[in-house]
């Protein structure tokens, strides 16, 4: 049973509740695939998305399920409102409100930011689209369901995540959700832009440190992005040293399960983190990704604003 008023991390969540995630993304999924892509379970809603970070994605997947559920949506973008004039966060998160919003999905810059609104607001839900370095859950559970997908079963696989797992709310959400469903992770990233401590993110995390040892027999290969907008000085060597290093090529891919996938969240950065034609190749997955986002991202405004929590 859904027992959830926001969706703030995957740290929150039983292994049952993102078992019920998935589930009930699959019969989104197929919906999404029809000619009419269209549900009434959220009709007469009201959801806003409210992004102070750059998105095409998450915006665009939430917006789309929020209508292929019924709701209206609108989004509000700090740039063009009063936050440009020194309204708070809370302050236009409670004028939202006012209007009877009835979710909130939330990107902010600050770890916490969607948590710090969840505690304040009456009654409207929360769902963070990302917080800072901190947490991006529906990335991880639309992870997990390409992962279960592709794989059938999520316990046991070998995935290495590879890049800034510094900056990466994307790597501590996916390591949270496969340690909880008993995945191995290995976390591969430059020494700058590993954090400290990085073993204790996940139940099941190793950090491997060399790219071609991370990526030996795994079944998942998921590449991240430099968030350079986060890197505070110069952490990294040039992007060309980068690439050589840390990047994924045909060579290093060849070191994983022959039936390995690739994946990555978006945006790429090609011919940096990874090859644009392993990015284009048979074994990426990174279009599904896109295209279960959506699904997911419906599963979770479908439970949060249905479920009697
Ligand atoms: C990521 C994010 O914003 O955390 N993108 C996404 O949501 N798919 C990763 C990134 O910005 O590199």
């Not at 004028?95 to 916490?112: F, I, P």
């Not at 390591?175 to 992770?185: I, M, N, P, R, Y």
């Not at 996940?202 to 040892?213: C, M």
């Not at 079944?219 to 040293?241: H, P």
């Amino acid at each position: 049973m859904w027992t959830h008023r926001h969706l703030l991390g995957i740290e929150d969540l039983s292994s049952e509740d993102i078992d019920t995630v998935l589930q009930h993304a699959e019969q989104w999924h197929a919906l999404s695939r029809q000619t009419e892509k269209k549900a009434s379970v959220l009709r007469g809603r009201t959801i806003i998305n409210l992004f102070f970070e750059a998105s095409t994605r998450t915006r665009t997947s939430f917006e789309m399920a929020a209508q292929r559920l019924g709701a209206d949506v609108v989004n509000v973008s700090p740039a063009l409102s009063s936050v440009t004039k020194g309204e708070t966060l809370l302050d236009t998160a409670k004028n939202l409100e006012a209007m009877r919003a009835d979710a909130m999905v939330v990107r902010h810059a600050s770890s916490g930011a969607p948590a710090f609104l969840a505690k304040r607001l009456e009654h409207a839900r929360i769902v963070n689209a990302g917080d800072g370095a901190h947490e991006h859950p529906t990335q991880a559970l639309l992870d997990a369901f390409m992962m279960k997908r592709e794989k059938g079963k999520l316990e046991g696989l070998v995935v290495a995540i590879c890049g800034d797992i510094a900056h990466s709310r994307v790597a501590r959400s996916n390591a949270l959700l496969l340690g909880k469903k008993g995945a191995e992770v290995r976390l591969c990233a430059p020494r700058t832009l590993m954090p400290i401590a990085a073993e204790t993110i996940g139940p099941t995390v190793k950090v491997v440190p060399r790219l071609d040892a991370a990526v030996e027999g795994a079944d998942v290969v998921m590449m991240l992005r430099v968030q350079s907008e986060r890197l505070a000085g110069a952490m990294m060597s040039t992007t060309r040293e980068y690439g050589r290093t840390f990047g994924l090529n045909a060579a290093i891919l060849a070191r994983a399960k022959p039936d390995a996938i690739v994946m990555h969240p978006g945006p790429m950065n090609r011919g940096v983190e990874i090859d644009t034609r392993i990015a284009d190749g048979k074994q990426s997955i990174i279009l599904e990704q896109v295209e279960a986002g959506v699904a997911v991202r419906m599963a979770v405004l479908e439970l949060l604003l249905t479920a009697q929590a």
